[in-house]
């Protein structure tokens, strides 16, 4: 079965500074999601990538995926206290990667100091 | 907008009774919805799929007879947690697939005391 592992498990970082969250798949990644949650909340969907070697941005966060479809990276530039919380990565199984059932890496807590 | 509903969004409930825990899609019709649950500091954890009109599918290691699962139309999924205990406390939530992405609820917190 397919695992994800996130790296680091948690940041603190100083407001300002740029962090970089991995996300590392046993498996061919079809479709990998990105998600914000603050504790005991709903998911906040931030992006989807589906093809080797896309990114994309939103504000000041980016998302890539890599080549060979099985690690993602979140990018995030100038930090701000906004930015604090819990980032999931999902992978979706289907060969479209839009069946909607997601395995979740183990989550990285982020804390961003003023 | 929030285009996946969930309620409620806590509920506290005696040890031995059942909850039910509604998930809607609003904007969309959504045939199939998944319902996942994440314990303290833990990720999410696919529970079961549920499928308008037939049977819900469960993962490994979940009991269907305890977590029953009703998605009798196209926007509307149930998840009837029956005869609760403590260790079933836990953070619930769904999610539905759109056009584009799946869009999940704003999630259940369930304590049973």
């Known amino acids: 079965s397919q695992e994800l592992e996130q790296s680091p498990q948690s940041l603190i970082v100083q407001e300002g500074k740029n962090l970089t969250i991995n996300c590392t798949s046993s498996k061919t990644l079809y479709g990998l999601y990105w998600y914000k949650q603050k504790y005991g909340e709903g998911l906040i969907f931030l992006m989807m990538?589906?093809?080797?070697?896309e990114e994309k941005s939103h504000e000041k966060i980016t998302a890539k995926l890599d080549e060979k479809k099985q690690q993602s990276s979140l990018h995030i530039t100038a930090s701000q206290p906004s930015h604090a919380g819990i980032y999931l990565c999902?992978?979706?199984?289907?060969?479209?990667?839009?069946?909607?059932?997601?395995?979740f890496g183990q989550g990285t807590t982020l804390q961003v100091k003023p | 907008g929030a285009v996946v509903s969930q309620h409620p969004s806590w509920v506290i409930c005696k040890s031995g009774t059942s909850v039910k825990i509604e998930c809607r899609s609003l904007?969309?019709?959504?045939?199939?919805m998944f319902w996942y649950r994440q314990f303290p500091k833990q990720s999410l954890m696919l529970m079961a799929t549920?499928?308008?009109?037939?049977?819900?599918?469960?993962e490994q290691g979940v009991e269907k007879d305890k977590f029953l699962i009703n998605h009798a139309s196209l926007t509307l999924s149930t998840l009837t947690v029956t005869s609760a205990h403590p260790e079933d406390s836990s953070f619930y939530i769904c999610?539905?697939?759109?056009?584009?992405?799946?869009?999940f609820g704003q999630g259940t917190r369930l304590t049973v005391v």
């Open positions: 999902g992978a979706d199984n289907g060969l479209m990667g839009n069946t909607g059932k997601l395995i």
């Open positions: 990538l589906q093809k080797g070697g």
């Open positions: 904007d969309f019709q959504a045939t199939t």
């Open positions: 549920s499928n308008e009109g037939s049977k819900a599918t469960y």
């Open positions: 999610s539905a697939i759109g056009v584009t992405e799946a869009f």
